[in-house]
């Protein structure tokens, strides 16, 4: 016994839902994808870069017109950089106890200056990546970013 009335909503109900225009350019392999997002390219053409700046991502790609603006990596670059990162700072840890050493104030404070910029390059690499893999998938937002 179904709790929903039969009518209108019964259009609303229908599962999957009717698929987004898909656009129609090739884009290149996974492999080369990922790596032009991590070299900062445009991960369609390779020819022009994907950022305005440090994260800043152009509207559209110089080259190719491919809407980069328009891909929602919001989360998930720090995710991924902090994911990365940490894990070799983790085994630093583990392995400074094991091997009983005992750095002094400075040499701690020069490793944390060292960790803030292999995070920061992470996190640009990462953006890079997330852009190519939401651009391969043709996975964009309404509206770009501001």
């Not at 994907?50 to 891909?71: Q, S, W």
Request: net charge neutral.
């Amino acid at each position: 016994m179904s709790l929903i009335p039969p009518g209108p909503q019964e259009e609303q109900l229908n599962w999957p839902p009717p698929a987004a225009p898909r656009s129609d350019w090739v884009m290149p392999g996974w492999g080369k994808t990922i790596g032009r997002g991590i070299a900062g390219s445009c991960p369609h053409c390779g020819n022009a870069p994907i950022f305005n700046g440090y994260l800043k991502v152009h509207e559209t790609c110089a080259a190719c017109a491919a809407p980069l603006g328009r891909m929602p990596a919001d989360d998930t670059p720090p995710y991924i950089a902090m994911l990365v990162v940490l894990h070799f700072v983790g085994l630093f840890t583990i392995l400074s106890f094991r091997w009983h050493l005992h750095p002094s104030t400075f040499e701690i404070a020069l490793l944390l200056v060292l960790l803030v910029l292999v995070c920061l390059a992470a996190l640009r690499m990462a953006k890079g990546a997330v852009i190519g893999i939401l651009l391969k998938l043709d996975n964009n937002r309404e509206q770009p970013n501001g």
